[in-house]
């Protein structure tokens, strides 16, 4: 089996922990190179990276920032944008 290589977790009340925690472990025990944790609550968004076997914040913001993860070259996600309903 393969490893997808992006995992986009949306954080849930109440299971925080489960979600930044346990999920994580998981994801790097399944060699999944990238891990993103969006947080409506928070309004932020966090891009892991799997270095050595440990995910590590490759960009993250939150608010009205802009997010520009490594996988995606060029990209920049205004994340306003997001959280505007």
């Not at 966090?46 to 520009?68: I, P, T």
């Not at 996988?71 to 920049?76: C, I, V």
């Amino acid at each position: 089996m393969i490893p997808p290589t992006l995992v986009i977790e949306s954080l849930s009340p109440g299971h925080e922990l489960h979600d930044q925690q346990t999920k994580r472990r998981w994801y790097a025990e399944f060699d999944i190179p990238n891990y993103w944790l969006l947080d409506a609550f928070r309004q932020s968004l966090d891009c892991l990276v799997l270095r050595n076997g440990e995910y590590k914040l490759d960009a993250g913001g939150k608010n009205h920032e802009s997010v520009s993860p490594a996988l995606f070259p060029g990209l920049s996600i205004p994340l306003q944008d997001i959280w505007t309903t």
